[in-house]
């Protein structure tokens, strides 16, 4: 018994022995093939045959304009590039320019990363300080482009159970962030503020009832744009807010094409129509517009633009805007302010532009008329096959002429700028009226 039982100890104790001599003849076969790697011949073999397939296959995309955008020429002394947005045109001005090369020499080109996370410099709090003193706001928050300024803006705040509003021409960066807050969404027609109380009031009826039975309150939000990037016309402000003071629901105004425009100090729609700006719960901005720089802001109380320092996605996870596009904004904000004349001739250019284009036989012209966005769709009755097909061949033949517009929904869209002469104004309404020869 002795015997068997030492026996069988001597072969447990070889047990461990075996199962780290396998794991180090593994470690060490691993290592010796690490080392050898994949023969040059096999690796050159395979980049000779490797074929990517295409992220996106082009036979299943649905477009119904499928007119490829023609771009301008700049160079081209007969360019007229209708196209950009340029209201005061600090694209080109030497003084912005310079101040833009001199802030790259002190902070270099990037900023690192997003704004919590090595992205905030001096030139950031600096610029979002300005912004809310412009706007005689409490505080500012500022995003690296205007695009993921309204679509973060809108998803910080609206959530799944809200119930929104929303003009039925407002902008596909609004509606992108709708589509993240999958928010119970309600289209009213656009500018038609008798649709806008009826559908307020239908859901007031339902919110009553809910109250009844002790369900939740759900939050209430419009979303509206100052001047519609889709039509040109400015939205009627004074009205909705007397819609959202009876129905309590909270208002966010879009003022990409209105900041720098609208009013006479260019603090957009609210001025426009004197409006004090506390009765709107958060302005959302673009820089990219009449300052000519690029990125976008929100403006409002303190406490409605923190949230968006740890809720507005595009705010948390992309990087800061960088500063010399900040140092841009700086000077061309002041520049606006030093010269406010700027904004009455803009104003002025724009009707000018707008009567021209109302006196043109075949269009409808569907802007207002101090907005510099002007927008025109043909008056004749097309079926949309017909209609997309009419418009594109006004496009290419604009274009071919040297007058470059942009293609919308609508039809035809162009910006106005100040320096717009009034040869440049006759010369778009001659190529758009020999254009309407060609269908």
Same mark, same amino acid.
């Given at each position: 018994?002795?015997?068997?039982?030492?026996?069988?100890?001597?072969?447990?104790?070889?047990?461990?022995?075996?199962?780290?001599?396998?794991?180090?003849?593994?470690?060490?076969? +691993?290592?010796?093939?690490?080392?050898?790697?994949?023969?040059?011949?096999?690796?050159?073999?395979?980049?000779?045959?490797?074929?990517?397939?295409?992220?996106?296959?082009?036979?299943?995309?649905?477009?119904?304009?499928?007119?490829?955008?023609?771009?301008?020429?700049?160079?081209?002394?007969?360019?007229?590039?209708? *196209?950009?947005?340029?209201?005061?045109?600090?694209?080109?001005?030497?003084?912005?320019?310079?101040?833009?090369?001199?802030?790259?020499?002190?902070?270099?080109?990037?900023?690192?990363?997003?704004?919590?996370?090595?992205?905030?410099?001096?030139?950031?709090?600096?610029?979002?300080?300005?912004?809310?003193?412009?706007?005689?706001?409490?505080?500012?928050?500022?995003?690296?482009?205007?695009?993921?300024?309204?679509?973060?803006?809108?998803?910080?705040?609206?959530?799944?159970?809200?119930?929104?509003?929303?003009?039925?021409?407002?902008?596909?960066?609004?509606?992108?962030?709708?589509?993240?807050?999958?928010?119970?969404?309600?289209?009213?027609?656009?500018?038609?503020?008798?649709?806008?109380?009826?559908?307020?009031?239908?859901?007031?009826?339902?919110?009553?009832?809910?109250?009844?039975?002790?369900?939740?309150?759900?939050? +209430?939000?419009?979303?509206?744009?100052?001047?519609?990037?889709?039509?040109?016309?400015?939205?009627?402000?004074?009205?909705?807010?007397?819609?959202?003071?009876?129905?309590?629901?909270?208002?966010?105004?879009?003022?990409?094409?209105?900041?720098? *425009?609208?009013?006479?100090?260019?603090?957009?729609?609210?001025?426009?129509?004197?409006?004090?700006?506390?009765?709107?719960?958060?302005?959302?901005?673009?820089?990219?517009?009449?300052?000519?720089?690029?990125?976008?802001?929100?403006?409002?109380?303190?406490?409605?633009?923190?949230?968006?320092?740890?809720?507005?996605?595009?705010?948390?996870?992309?990087?800061?805007?960088?500063?010399?596009?900040?140092?841009?904004?700086?000077?061309?904000?002041?520049?606006?302010?030093?010269?406010?004349?700027?904004?009455?001739?803009?104003?002025?250019?724009?009707?000018?532009?707008?009567?021209?284009?109302?006196?043109? +036989?075949?269009?409808?012209?569907?802007?207002?008329?101090?907005?510099?966005?002007?927008?025109?769709?043909?008056?004749?009755?097309?079926?949309?096959?017909?209609?997309?097909?009419?418009?594109?061949?006004?496009?290419?033949?604009?274009?071919?002429?040297?007058?470059?517009?942009?293609?919308?929904?609508?039809?035809?869209?162009?910006?106005?700028?100040?320096?717009?002469?009034?040869?440049?104004?006759?010369?778009?309404?001659?190529?758009?009226?020999?254009?309407?020869?060609?269908?």
């Amino acid at each position: 018994m002795v015997n068997l039982y030492s026996d069988s100890v001597k072969y447990l104790s070889l047990i461990p022995l075996t199962i780290v001599f396998i794991i180090l003849l593994i470690v060490l076969t +691993k290592k010796r093939n690490r080392k050898q790697g994949i023969p040059q011949e096999v690796i050159e073999e395979r980049i000779r045959n490797f074929q990517p397939k295409p992220l996106i296959d082009p036979d299943n995309i649905v477009n119904d304009n499928t007119l490829e955008r023609l771009q301008p020429n700049e160079s081209d002394p007969d360019c007229l590039n209708l *196209v950009k947005v340029n209201y005061y045109c600090f694209l080109d001005n030497l003084d912005i320019r310079r101040s833009a090369e001199t802030c790259i020499k002190k902070y270099g080109v990037g900023s690192c990363g997003p704004r919590g996370f090595y992205g905030t410099i001096d030139i950031h709090l600096l610029l979002e300080d300005r912004l809310a003193k412009f706007m005689q706001m409490e505080e500012a928050v500022l995003y690296s482009y205007g695009f993921s300024t309204i679509a973060s803006a809108i998803g910080a705040y609206c959530k799944k159970s809200d119930y929104i509003f929303v003009d039925e021409n407002i902008s596909f960066c609004a509606k992108q962030g709708l589509l993240a807050t999958k928010g119970r969404e309600i289209y009213f027609k656009h500018n038609d503020v008798n649709d806008l109380e009826a559908k307020m009031h239908s859901i007031s009826q339902l919110e009553d009832k809910d109250k009844n039975q002790k369900k939740k309150i759900f939050r +209430k939000f419009i979303i509206i744009e100052g001047i519609y990037g889709a039509t040109g016309q400015i939205c009627p402000l004074p009205e909705i807010l007397t819609l959202c003071k009876k129905y309590k629901v909270r208002i966010f105004i879009d003022e990409t094409y209105s900041f720098g *425009v609208l009013g006479t100090t260019g603090k957009g729609v609210t001025e426009h129509f004197g409006v004090d700006r506390s009765e709107v719960d958060m302005i959302m901005g673009s820089l990219e517009g009449a300052l000519g720089s690029i990125g976008g802001f929100c403006v409002g109380a303190s406490v409605i633009i923190e949230h968006q320092r740890l809720s507005g996605l595009g705010y948390c996870f992309s990087a800061s805007l960088p500063p010399f596009l900040c140092q841009a904004s700086l000077c061309a904000l002041d520049k606006l302010e030093q010269c406010p004349e700027y904004i009455s001739t803009l104003k002025d250019v724009s009707v000018s532009v707008n009567n021209a284009l109302s006196n043109l +036989k075949g269009y409808t012209i569907l802007n207002s008329d101090i907005s510099p966005v002007k927008v025109l769709t043909l008056s004749k009755s097309f079926s949309r096959e017909e209609r997309i097909s009419n418009v594109n061949k006004i496009y290419t033949y604009c274009a071919q002429k040297g007058l470059y517009l942009d293609l919308v929904d609508m039809g035809l869209r162009l910006h106005c700028h100040m320096q717009m002469p009034d040869p440049a104004i006759d010369r778009i309404k001659d190529t758009l009226s020999d254009a309407l020869k060609i269908i």
